[in-house]
């Protein structure tokens, strides 16, 4: 890693990961300006999934390194998590609670006040439409009130780098 590394949002050298003799990862490179929007293209098998899972500290690379938010994914771990949001290919929103509760879960998961986490999901449910669905049940919701809420529900911690 140079030292410039502290100015990227994402610094990954030479990652790889295999499962077995199946190798998905075989040392790839990315760099990330801090305030840029980067895609990360490939066909299915790619390894698109397994470099995000690496670069959030879900998995753990068979090799290389990386730096998120200037911080060493192995070494820094916690430190990561605090710094990103992850909103999955697949809903992470509960349908059995409303709108408003599951932003008021993730507020809590953050350690946030009961005040700040209040203010913080109504000013989140507000930007995302979806302050007349917010007492319904999220089963309720449409497809894309559901994603909406998803990513609201990513942003409550104020993350300075977000995996989509």
């Given at each position: 890693?140079?030292?410039?590394?502290?100015?990227?949002?994402?610094?990954?050298?030479?990652?790889?990961?295999?499962?077995?003799?199946?190798?998905?990862l075989d040392g790839i490179d990315i760099r990330v300006p801090a305030g840029t929007i980067f895609s990360l293209?490939?066909?299915?098998?790619?390894g698109k999934t397994t470099a995000v899972n690496i670069l959030s500290t879900l998995i753990s690379a068979d090799g290389g390194q990386a730096r998120i938010a200037g911080h060493d994914i192995v070494g820094e771990a916690q430190a990561v998590r605090a710094a990103i949001g992850v909103t999955g290919q697949f809903s992470a929103v509960d349908g059995l609670i409303t709108g408003e509760e599951n932003m008021l879960l993730m507020a809590d998961l953050h350690h946030l006040s009961r005040s700040e986490g209040k203010r913080t999901a109504a000013e989140l449910l507000e930007r995302f439409d979806l302050v007349e669905a917010a007492k319904k049940p999220a089963s309720t919701y449409s497809g894309?009130?559901?994603?909406?809420?998803?990513?609201?529900?990513?942003?409550?911690?104020?993350?300075?780098?977000?995996?989509?």
């Open positions: 890693m140079t030292t410039t590394d502290h100015e990227l949002a994402i610094a990954a050298m030479g990652l790889r990961k295999s499962y077995g003799d199946k190798t998905v293209l490939g066909p299915n098998g790619a894309g009130m559901k994603r909406r809420l998803d990513i609201a529900m990513t942003l409550v911690g104020s993350p300075r780098i977000i995996f989509l």
